[in-house]
């Protein structure tokens, strides 16, 4: 049956649709851009210092990955003031 002919479908515009479909596809595209999440650099002192910038979080992570590799003294200290 069709809908032209049913009184209570839900009648859409053309334009509606169509925006509807944008959206849509914005979403998609948006998703499939979003850059992978980074864990905790492996690099130099300064690259984790910068990767943790001023967050709490971060910090936390780099001090736990800190702790269970390299242990580098400064730098776990640097970490646990950031973190606190």
Do not use: C, F
């Not at 209570?8 to 499939?32: F, G, M």
């Not at 910038?53 to 780099?62: I, L, S, T, V, W």
């Not at 730098?75 to 973190?83: D, F, G, R, V, Y």
């Amino acid at each position: 049956m069709s809908t032209s002919h049913n009184p209570y479908a839900p009648r859409v515009k053309a334009s509606e649709a169509a925006v509807e479909v944008e959206k849509t596809e914005e979403v998609q595209e948006s998703v499939e851009t979003a850059p992978e999440p980074q864990g905790v650099p492996d690099g130099p002192a300064a690259e984790v210092l910068e990767w943790v910038g001023d967050d709490k979080d971060r910090a936390k992570q780099a001090l736990e990955a800190e702790e269970a590799g390299q242990q580098r003294v400064g730098l776990t200290k640097k970490l646990k003031e950031l973190a606190e």
